[in-house]
């Protein structure tokens, strides 16, 4: 099994050990990730203009890309996700947008948003299934009270994304207890943690970050996990005696190939 990859800014630079860790666990799962040959940044914000279309470009080539190859698309980051698979949707549904992508990039074939756009957590519960992947852990995360944070950009909006419940989501919990862990449920686990304004207000993120841990740990987690690398980064910023995991990192740690994967 071989999807594109589109591995985004982030984790090919600041944090290629997380990119380390999802190829190393792909191989170990029996799927490949093929990254796209000549990717560029997705811009790590959806352009909320009617009218603009330039910011857009670079994720129309990716998705055509892995359209050449009659792949799904893959990334590990959700912002990267959320990006692509909005501008995707514009392809597919907005004919000005359409129009004007594929009149400006002279494609060998018009795009018209036939990609299927998939977070790593959806090939795990939608290609591979969590029931394998538990089958598949070698050191099980026995005993880890574990909350799950999604932050805003995998879950809305919730028609486009369509990646789980916006109000009430479960992936990363059944992901969370795949490893061996259990899941701890809190009330503020799909509140933003500040992503955007975190340079223009970083009193105001770090505030909104507390409230996040305040609340993982007042229903007893002793860890979080997150697939977004913004939110990972804000939260560790609160210096808070929380720890904030990357997915990416304890599927790794829980398939035994984290330190093979760093080599």
């Given at each position: 099994?071989?999807?594109?990859?589109?591995?985004?800014?982030?984790?090919?630079?600041?944090?290629?050990?997380?990119?380390?860790?999802?190829?190393?666990?792909?191989?170990?799962?029996?799927?490949?990730?093929?990254?796209?040959?000549?990717?560029?940044?997705?811009?790590?914000?959806?352009?909320?203009?009617?009218d603009e279309i330039a910011s857009k470009l670079s994720s129309v080539r990716a998705l055509a890309q892995a359209d050449e190859k009659g792949q799904s698309l893959v990334t590990l980051c959700s912002a990267c996700h959320h990006v692509l698979k909005r501008v995707n949707d514009d392809m597919a549904n907005v004919e000005d947008i359409r129009t004007r992508a594929n009149n400006y990039m002279k494609l060998d074939k018009p795009y018209t948003g036939q990609t299927k756009v998939l977070h790593f957590l959806e090939v795990l519960r939608d290609e591979i299934g969590f029931d394998t992947l538990k089958e598949k852990v070698v050191n099980p995360l026995t005993g880890r009270k574990i909350g799950a944070y999604y932050g805003c950009l995998l879950l809305r909006p919730g028609k486009v994304m369509a990646f789980d419940d916006p109000e009430n989501p479960q992936i990363i919990e059944d992901f969370i207890q795949a490893l061996g862990a259990e899941p701890v449920v809190y009330p503020y686990r799909n509140e933003?943690?500040?992503?955007?304004?975190?340079?223009?207000?970083?009193?105001?993120?770090?505030?909104?970050?507390?409230?996040?841990?305040?609340?993982?740990?007042?229903?007893?987690?002793?860890?979080?996990?997150?697939?977004?690398p913004l939110c990972r980064y804000n939260l560790n910023k609160t210096q808070s005696d929380l720890p904030v995991y990357y997915f990416t990192e304890l599927l790794a740690e829980a398939l035994g190939v984290k330190e093979e994967a760093l080599k």
């Open positions: 099994m071989k999807f594109s990859y589109y591995p985004g800014c982030t984790l090919r630079n600041k944090a290629k050990d997380l990119d380390a860790y999802a190829r190393a666990s792909a191989k170990a799962l029996g799927f490949e990730l093929e990254e796209l040959s000549d990717w560029q940044c997705c811009g790590g914000v959806y352009p909320l203009g009617t933003c943690c500040g992503g955007y304004i975190s340079l223009k207000e970083p009193d105001m993120a770090k505030n909104m970050c507390k409230t996040i841990e305040e609340s993982a740990k007042g229903f007893g987690a002793e860890a979080l996990i997150t697939a977004c």
